[in-house]
């Protein structure tokens, strides 16, 4: 398999476990030195236990459940062992049984460890600018 395509499939594997709301399989996709910026949260989430802690506190405190995620508009940037994969997502979640959908970029940068395996080390989320 060619880097590129073990990048998506990297990639895949993460998208599709958050938008089946899989939280072991999401943070699985994640070193955990991981860092999180999302326009949603007020600071930098500075490694997988700190999202993994608010992804907790959505669930408990606003009734989060991924419903839905979607991948669109792929590009895999390789630059050795180190991936930049960004993409348009879209995303039906719930907050409180209240259907929201949203509409953002994303970048994910993954970097192959020593055991060939693509771990995401960075994501940021921003809003799709309108029009």
């Known amino acids: 398999m060619s880097d590129e395509a073990a990048v998506l499939a990297a990639a895949d594997a993460c998208v599709a476990a958050f938008g089946r709301h899989d939280r072991d399989a999401y943070f699985a996709c994640f070193a955990p030195d991981a860092t999180f910026v999302f326009h949603t949260t007020p600071g930098v989430l500075a490694s997988r236990d700190a999202w993994m802690a608010e992804w907790d506190r959505l669930v408990a405190d606003d009734g989060f459940r991924v419903v839905a995620c979607t991948s669109s508009d792929r590009r895999v ?3 050795g062992d180190t991936a930049v994969f960004s993409h348009r997502v879209a995303t039906t979640a719930e907050f409180g049984g209240e259907t929201v959908d949203s509409d953002e970029r994303e970048t994910i940068v993954f970097h192959r460890g020593a055991d060939g395996a693509w771990l995401a080390v960075h ?5 799709t600018p309108e029009g």
């Open 77 to 79: 940037q390789l630059f």
């Open 123 to 127: 994501e940021h989320l921003s809003p």
